[in-house]
């Protein structure tokens, strides 16, 4: 899981823009991070291990950039393993979330074509794979589009395309939200950091693809883009006096359960009643949400007094000759 964020628009200190959104995510990922902005005829470049705490940038007024908070998977937490990334040329960086678990071939089919890898990462050779795109005369858009059909597993991806100053983002599974206003538009992994940009949100389903531009947003794929007024204000992003982002979070579980008893009727029943119709329900996690499902299995035994299953995220695999067609994971 990592954070991600860009903006494009009319010209600000986006450098510093993109950094603050950034501290807002960091709770997704905090082994490093990164920033780049479109300067000058250039991408120029910060990027550092460990958490943003104090951390400041130091480039011109633009009118694009972004930047990402990295949760290590593949390659260890140093500054060439840190987003963004670039192709070989320096026209291109890319931001990403997720696991590109068929990295290793792609890898290869790249260093075949004498691409230089400067990093361990997997999220590397997108970058790589759009350079090659976009110089058989493929646009921004269609080479991300034939790139991330290429990708095996669940991530988000932005790319900055430096000579027509636009960014291109798409997802499967892992979340982007696009933001507007009348003067720019901005995309992140959470709805939070846009907060103070846009007053509009629409929320990437599979399949589509945004392309931002100083004009404004194009979203194309499954059909006509649902925006609607942002929920989150500013006051909400800060640690608002907890020491850390996990403390705040435990005090604000009480709200958010009525938040979502108040607000989220259908969904609820919804889920419950696939849970009720399914025969072998799963819940999975990694990390804490693996501890989250465990406890979830205890609950359903207490209160429901029904058998819920837990399977730890890596694990679960192993499960797959018990799933029917009417199983619920």
């Known amino acids: 899981m990592c954070g991600i964020f860009g903006y494009v628009g009319e ?11 950034l501290r807002t995510l960091e709770y997704r990922g905090y082994d490093s991070w990164g920033v780049a902005v479109g300067v000058d005829g250039h991408l120029a470049m910060t990027k550092s291990p460990g958490k943003i705490a104090g951390a400041s940038v130091d480039f011109p007024d633009s009118d ?3 930047g990402h908070t990295r949760w290590a998977t593949h390659g260890g937490v140093t500054e ?23 990295f290793r071939s792609l890898r290869q089919e790249v260093e075949a074509k004498g691409h230089l890898l400067r990093s361990e990462t997997d999220s590397e050779v997108i970058a790589h794979l759009i350079e ?33 100053r636009t960014m291109v983002a798409t997802k499967r599974t892992s ?28 929320y990437l389903e599979d399949g589509e693809m945004a392309l931002l531009t100083a004009g404004g947003v194009e979203i194309a794929g499954a059909g006509s883009p649902a925006w609607s007024t942002i929920s989150v204000d500013q006051t909400r992003s800060g640690l608002n006096g907890f020491p850390d982002f996990m403390s705040k979070e435990m005090a604000e579980q009480p709200d958010v359960l009525e938040r979502l008893v108040a607000e989220g009727a259908p969904q609820i029943e919804t889920l419950a009643t696939a849970i009720k119709e399914s025969y072998g329900a799963y819940l999975i996690g ?30 679960f695999k192993y499960y797959e000759h018990f799933l029917r067609h009417d199983s619920l994971a």
């Open 11 to 21: 010209p600000i200190d986006v450098g510093a823009a993109v950094l603050d959104a």
């Open 64 to 66: 694009i950039g972004f």
């Open 80 to 102: 060439a393993n840190a987003h963004p990334h670039l192709d070989c040329s320096g026209r291109v960086a890319v931001i990403h979330n997720g696991i590109i678990e068929n």
């Open 132 to 164: 090659d795109e976009l110089a058989s005369g493929s646009t921004p858009r269609q080479a991300l589009e034939s790139v991330f059909a290429r990708l095996d597993g669940l991530g988000a991806v932005i790319v900055l395309d430096l000579a027509t």
């Open 175 to 202: 979340p982007l939200v696009i933001g507007r206003n009348c003067s720019k538009v901005t995309v992140a992994s959470d709805e939070i950091a846009l907060a103070g940009h846009a007053t509009e949100v629409h």
């Open 286 to 315: 990694c990390g804490t949400a693996s501890y989250a499902a465990l406890t979830g299995s205890y609950l359903f035994s207490r209160i429901a007094a029904r058998h819920v299953n837990f399977a730890p995220g890596s694990e």
